[in-house]
């Protein structure tokens, strides 16, 4: 089992920036993707940023540009600057840890931390 802990939401206005971190722990991966994902009210929820333990990314197009996700391997921990925040970027985000060991994968969520953006 992979337990996932999440931190640095908050409550910040349009153009703000915040850093949102999350630790991994437990039965780890080698092969890994950590990644954020987000779900606003009434809506689905959606792919943020990921990042491989060999560091490739990828990120949505809405978030291109001023969101940037980056890890720490030493410390299992994922982190999301997101700069020149929109109120449209209001939503709970969750920390997601996806592992491969042969033929099966394995996913992890965390508890999810709220992010509202406004003046």
């Known amino acids: 089992q992979v337990q996932l802990v999440e931190s640095g939401g908050g409550l910040v206005q349009p153009g703000g920036s915040l850093r949102l971190s999350c630790a991994a722990s437990g039965s780890l991966f080698s092969i890994n993707t950590m990644g954020w994902y987000r779900q606003a009210p009434g809506k689905q929820r959606e792919l943020v940023a990921t990042?491989?333990?060999?560091?490739?990314?990828n990120y949505a197009d809405s978030v291109k540009g001023r969101f940037t996700i980056d890890r720490d391997n030493a410390k299992n921990t994922v982190y999301l600057q997101m700069n020149g925040l929109r109120p449209e970027d209001t939503a709970v985000y969750y920390c997601?840890?996806?592992?491969?060991?042969?033929?099966?994968?394995?996913?992890?969520w965390g508890q999810g931390t709220q992010v509202i953006v406004s003046s």
């Open positions: 997601n840890y996806n592992g491969q060991r042969w033929t099966h994968t394995y996913d992890y």
């Open positions: 990042i491989t333990n060999t560091r490739a990314t």
